[in-house]
C-alpha cells in the first residue's frame, strides 16, 4: 500500500501499461487480459493485472500531466518493484508528416515541466526513453504495417495555450514531433530508479492541420496502439 495504490504488495506485474485515463486501463484490462482482476482502487485512478499471452501485464492509470503521472511512476518502481514502463496515450502532431492515426515513439521528452529538472542545476537534463523498448516497438508496429514515426516529442504542462500553434515554434523548428502531456517526468522518474520506460501515443489531432480525429478511427486507433504495447510488455 501506498497514498495513492491500494494494492496489495506483488499486485503488480514487473511490465505495465501506463494510459492516462482510468476508463482506458479499465477497457485495455476488460478487452485484452485474461483473468484480470482490478488492484487499485484509490481516486477511482484504476489499475488491473492479469494475463497477456501467457504472462502477467498490469494497467495502471496516471491521471493527466506530468505531476499525477509522477506520483503514480514513483509508487510502481518504489513499492511494488516495477520495473517496465509503457506509456500508452495520445499526441497531438506538431509535424506536417504525421498524420492522425499515426502512431509516434517517443525517444525524448523536452519539457517545460520542472520535474525533470529539479536537483540537476547547473545542467539541463534530457530525459530519455529506453532504446531496446523504442526498438521493439518499432518492430512490432512494422510488422503490423501500422504508420509509425519514433522521434522526440514535447511533454507540456500547458494544455490550452493562448499564443495557439506560435508558442510551439522553437520546439517545431527543432524537429519535435508532437506534444503529450507526460513521458519527460516518465523518462526522468524510470532513470532515477534504473528501470525501463518508453511512451507510445496514437496521434489523436494536428496542431498543424486542425484535424481531429473520429469516434471509429479513435476506437481502432487504441485497438492496435493497445494490442502493440502489451505485445511489447510481454516481448520488449
Ligand atoms: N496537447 C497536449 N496533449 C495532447 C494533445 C495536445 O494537443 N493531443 C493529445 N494530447
Same mark, same amino acid.
Given at each position: 500500500?501506498?497514498p495513492?495504490l491500494?494494492?496489495?504488495?506483488?499486485?503488480?506485474?514487473?511490465?505495465?501499461?501506463?494510459? /492516462?485515463?482510468?476508463?482506458?486501463?479499465?477497457?485495455?484490462?476488460?478487452?485484452?487480459?485474461?483473468?484480470?482482476?482490478?488492484? !487499485?482502487?484509490?481516486? !477511482?485512478c484504476? /489499475?488491473?493485472?492479469?494475463t497477456?499471452k /501467457?504472462q502477467?501485464?498490469s494497467?495502471q492509470?496516471?491521471?493527466m500531466?506530468?505531476?499525477?503521472?509522477?506520483?503514480?511512476? +514513483?509508487?510502481?518502481i518504489?513499492?511494488?518493484?516495477?520495473?517496465?514502463?509503457?506509456?500508452v496515450?495520445t499526441?497531438?502532431?506538431? !509535424?506536417?508528416?504525421? !498524420?492522425? @492515426?499515426?502512431?509516434?515513439?517517443?525517444?525524448?521528452?523536452?519539457?517545460?515541466?520542472?520535474?525533470?529538472?529539479?536537483?540537476?542545476?547547473?545542467f539541463?537534463?534530457?530525459p530519455?526513453?529506453?532504446?531496446?523498448?523504442?526498438? @521493439?516497438?518499432?518492430?512490432?508496429a512494422?510488422?503490423r @504495417?501500422?504508420?509509425?514515426?519514433?522521434?522526440?516529442?514535447?511533454?507540456?504542462?500547458v494544455?490550452?495555450?493562448?499564443?495557439?500553434?506560435?508558442?510551439?515554434?522553437?520546439?517545431?523548428? +527543432?524537429?519535435?514531433?508532437?506534444v503529450?502531456?507526460?513521458?519527460?517526468?516518465?523518462?526522468?522518474?524510470?532513470?532515477?530508479?534504473?528501470?525501463?520506460?518508453?511512451g507510445?501515443?496514437?496521434?489523436?489531432?494536428?496542431?498543424?492541420? /486542425?484535424?481531429?480525429?473520429d469516434?471509429?478511427?479513435?476506437?481502432?486507433?487504441?485497438?492496435?496502439?493497445?494490442?502493440m504495447?502489451?505485445?511489447l510488455?510481454?516481448?520488449g
Open positions: 500500500m501506498t495513492h491500494n494494492a496489495e504488495a506483488g499486485a503488480y506485474a514487473e511490465a505495465v501499461l501506463l494510459p /492516462g485515463d482510468p476508463l482506458r486501463a479499465k477497457w485495455i484490462a476488460e478487452t485484452f487480459l485474461t483473468d484480470a482482476i482490478q488492484v !487499485n482502487s484509490v481516486r !477511482n484504476l /489499475g488491473f493485472t492479469g497477456y /501467457g502477467q501485464v494497467v492509470a496516471t491521471g500531466g506530468q505531476p499525477s503521472l509522477g506520483i503514480y511512476t +514513483h509508487e510502481l518504489t513499492a511494488y518493484g516495477v520495473k517496465t514502463l509503457i506509456r496515450g499526441c497531438g502532431a506538431l !509535424n506536417a508528416k504525421i !498524420n492522425v @492515426r499515426d502512431i509516434v515513439i517517443a525517444t525524448a521528452a523536452s519539457t517545460d515541466s520542472s520535474i525533470p529538472t529539479q536537483g540537476m542545476a547547473p539541463h537534463y534530457a530519455t526513453g529506453d532504446f531496446g523498448l523504442a526498438r @521493439r516497438a518499432a518492430e512490432i512494422e510488422d @504495417r501500422l504508420p509509425w514515426h519514433a522521434g522526440p516529442i514535447l511533454s507540456s504542462d494544455f490550452y495555450r493562448p499564443e495557439g500553434l506560435d508558442a510551439f515554434k522553437p520546439m517545431i523548428d +527543432h524537429g519535435v514531433l508532437a503529450e502531456m507526460e513521458a519527460a517526468t516518465l523518462y526522468t522518474l524510470a532513470a532515477r530508479h534504473g528501470v525501463r520506460a518508453i507510445v501515443c496514437g496521434v489523436s489531432d494536428s496542431l498543424i492541420t /486542425g484535424e481531429e480525429i469516434a471509429d478511427a479513435r476506437a481502432t486507433t487504441l485497438n492496435d496502439l493497445a494490442d504495447c502489451l505485445t510488455a510481454v516481448t
